[in-house]
């Protein structure tokens, strides 16, 4: 049996990045000792999620809080999937990028989101990455010696076509650090994560920061795993803290054989590039 264990990392976040690294460098111990092949951390792990944070904590590639979870990586000889930080380049553009780090703590992927969340909720959440943000560009997929991994950032999940062109280049699982809120979590978390693992007969994985109702932005929780026929076999609640769960990637083998929708595209008539 091809088997993956990951472990959901759902951390409450402090203004301090020093305090974020602590907590995740002691929550990535704990999942460690659990035999974990890959740890997930939520959607800006290490700052507070306001627009006006981005630039404040930004920092370029190979920072401290970059080599930070590296370092983690490599020490405990897991997989991190560093959810998202704010990312500068040289030319002073802020993003809001993922990084993968493998057992060696070297660095396999990086994604920067895509879709910006430019939202304006008539009595509820208003909020316009794009006042600070600019986009990435590209599909992510990483090798492991397990499968292939498909990875975006939260608001990247609505956009069914991104996913596809992940599962086009091999994803049979798909991670998205994410940070929906009181607004968009209860009504659209668990029918967006079921979605997807249908669309695309993957592992869905949504990793959140806990829930804080002193911050300016109240983060939903409830990360999740949905598996690729459409069931929720992990969920947690809006509280701080970890979940571990083994995934059966034979199984996604089986539900393809199955039902084969992926073969059954009519790619005469359409098709995504």
């Known amino acids: 049996m091809n088997t993956l264990k990951v472990a959901m990392i759902q951390m409450n976040i402090d203004k301090y990045i020093s305090k974020n690294i602590d907590t995740t460098n002691n929550f990535i111990k704990k999942v460690a000792k659990e035999n ?31 080599l930070s979870i590296s370092n983690m990586a490599k020490k405990n000889k897991i997989y991190i999937v560093a959810g998202s930080m704010p990312e500068r380049d040289e030319n002073g553009n802020i993003f809001n990028t993922s990084y993968v780090f493998d057992r060696n703590g070297n660095q396999i992927a990086k994604h920067r989101k895509m879709h910006l969340f430019d939202i304006q909720i008539e009595g509820g959440q208003h909020f316009k990455e794009s006042d600070k943000l600019s986009a990435g560009n590209n599909v992510t997929v990483f090798n492991t010696e397990f499968c292939k991994i498909g990875l975006a950032i939260c608001y990247d999940i609505r956009f069914p076509e991104l996913s ?49 109702y002193d911050a300016p932005y109240i983060s939903y929780g409830n990360s ?14 809006e509280n701080e ?23 059954h595209r009519r790619k005469d008539i359409y098709k995504l590039t």
């Open 36 to 66: 974990v092949d890959i740890a997930i951390l939520p959607e800006m792990f290490c700052c507070p999620y306001e627009t006006s944070n981005f630039p404040l904590y930004s920092q370029q590639e190979n920072s401290p809080c970059y």
């Open 241 to 263: 803290g970890y979940r571990v769960c083994t995934l059966d990637l034979d199984y996604v083998d089986k539900i393809r054989k199955e039902l084969p929708l992926l073969k």
């Open 224 to 237: 999740i795993i949905v598996s690729p026929w459409g069931e929720i076999i992990e969920r947690m609640d």
């Open 164 to 212: 596809r062109l992940m599962v086009d280049n091999g994803a049979k699982i798909i991670i998205i650090p994410a940070a929906f809120n009181m607004s968009t979590g209860p009504s659209h978390w668990e029918i967006l994560f079921k979605s997807r693992a249908l669309d695309n007969q993957v592992y869905t994985i949504g990793v959140s920061s806990a829930r804080n």
